[in-house]
């Protein structure tokens, strides 16, 4: 079954130009133009990853993710004619995995849907875990347990731990960072990455007065902190 893409946007322009593109790459394409209708649509009908326009009449595209990230981890990718910094924090704050500013390239855009949609071509089964004390990552299922409990991440917080949990004890950089979760290139006054990682450490229940996993190393990055098992 080809894994189903849905679009939100009102450019309907942009939509049959992409509906056309994403189809030759064997993905099925689903586009609406209402936000509310499109929110229907995922209501009723599961999906694997959403195209999300933030500049929308009558419900702009946070108010709909802040609605998905309700009750959802579904991997969204916004977009925006913007290109406004501002517009990129507060969408990964809201829990976006991935931001792409209009106009763009349909094989950047590409890339980044294969990039998150990766995981789930894994073979059913295997399990490929990251153990340490109070911490359980399961690469694969992009499954995290928190002291037997767990923890819904979205798919660019999954990476961002699993990648900190290959490197223990190591000072990761922000440039280590951005190269190794995103594959792109952010400007060096981008705070994405401390976000990011904010609202990581906020999941996992660290607070600034309290660091179980990831401390900050002022003035370079972050270093992971967990004990293995």
């Known amino acids: 079954m080809p894994e189903k893409i849905l679009i939100i946007d009102d450019d309907t322009q942009l939509t049959e130009l992409l509906e056309e593109f994403l189809s030759s790459y064997n993905y099925a394409v689903v586009a609406r133009s209402d936000p509310l209708i499109g929110l229907k ?87 490929d875990l990251l153990e340490f004390e109070g911490l359980t990552l399961n690469k694969l299922r992009e499954e995290v347990l928190l002291d037997g409990e767990m923890v819904h991440l979205s798919t660019t917080e999954f990476e961002a731990l699993v990648l900190f949990a290959e490197h223990p004890g190591e000072v990761l950089d922000r440039e280590f960072l951005v190269e190794n979760i995103r594959g792109i290139q952010w400007q060096s006054y981008d705070r994405s990455v401390d976000v990011l990682v904010s609202r990581l450490r906020n999941k996992l229940g660290e607070t600034p007065t309290s660091t179980r996993f990831i401390k900050t190393v002022h003035g370079v990055g972050y270093k992971f902190i967990g004990e293995k098992k």
């Open 41 to 127: 649509y995922l209501n009723k009908n599961p999906v694997d990853l959403l195209i999300l326009d933030i500049m929308m009449p009558e419900m702009d595209g946070f108010q709909v993710l802040r609605k998905i990230r309700e009750n959802s981890t579904l991997p969204i990718i916004m977009l925006t004619a913007k290109g406004d910094v501002t517009d990129r924090i507060v969408g990964l704050e809201l829990g976006a995995d991935d931001y792409l500013s209009k106009p763009f390239e349909p094989r950047e855009l590409l890339a980044r849907i294969q990039s998150i949609l990766r995981r789930s071509k894994a073979p059913a089964g295997m399990l």
